[in-house]
């Protein structure tokens, strides 16, 4: 596709409910990035992918977090028991050689609300 | 642990006045970004500063990096309406090229 899509836009979540957030990057693009954006704060750092394979989960806040890229492309961050804290903006983004590059671009995002 | 302070937080301007955001960074980085994020939007790529002295200029704004200092700064030159967005400013650690740290944001107002 023409850019990183994201779905779904917005979810609802009751606490204790298990949602799972989908990132399509870039075609063609090798890396792939998920950061979480609380409200009125810059993003911060949840994992990173090259490929398949996941090179940084430092950034995950909880074991209740869980991402993963089967065959190198789409990805699917999954976040069970959900907890109020938990609500944010997921954004995704790829890029097209390893690492964070000039040609990293960012998706629409995720707006998740436990309630 | 890397640190990016924005300041400042919040911005008003009058349309056709001149303003500088700074971004100020703790450790040593490669590279340092400004985004723009539109409300509701995904954030957009504006500048990339790869060395010390580097400045970028795209309209408006331009953009510079010390490293010595470990600052940048963000230049609005003659505000317009169009230019109210917030604006981050991120830093990768040296070594660690994928995971950058992000400032709070600068919630800039331009008002006719």
């Known amino acids: 596709g023409a850019g990183v899509s994201q779905s779904p836009r917005y979810k609802v979540a009751k606490r204790g409910q298990d949602v799972a957030l989908r990132c399509d990057p870039i075609?063609?693009?090798?890396?792939l990035f998920w950061y979480q954006q609380a409200l009125g704060q810059g993003p911060e750092f949840l994992t990173y992918?090259?490929?398949?394979?996941?090179?940084?989960k430092s950034g995950l806040p909880s074991d209740r977090f869980f991402a993963e890229r089967p065959e190198g492309s789409v990805s699917t961050l999954k976040i069970q028991r959900t907890q109020q804290e938990d609500s944010a903006v997921y954004l995704c983004?790829?890029?097209?050689?390893?690492?964070?590059?000039?040609?990293?671009?960012f998706g629409q995002g995720t707006r998740l609300t436990v309630v | 642990e890397l640190k990016v302070e924005q300041n400042p937080l919040f911005l008003s301007m009058q349309e056709g006045k001149n303003y500088t955001i700074y971004c100020n960074y703790s450790t040593t980085s490669d590279r340092l970004y400004w985004y723009r994020q539109d409300p509701g939007k995904s954030l957009e790529s504006l500048f990339v500063l790869l060395s010390n002295g580097a400045v970028k200029q795209e309209g408006r704004l331009m953009a510079s990096l010390d490293t010595k200092a470990r600052l940048s700064t963000l230049h609005i030159t003659a505000a317009v309406h169009d230019l109210s967005a917030t604006y981050f400013c991120a830093v990768d650690m040296r070594g660690s090229n994928y995971k950058l740290t992000f400032g709070k944001g600068t919630l800039l107002t331009v008002n006719p």
């Open positions: 075609s063609g693009h090798v890396s």
């Open positions: 983004a790829s890029s097209l050689a390893g690492g964070w590059s000039t040609e990293a671009f």
């Open positions: 992918f090259q490929n398949e394979a996941q090179l940084d």
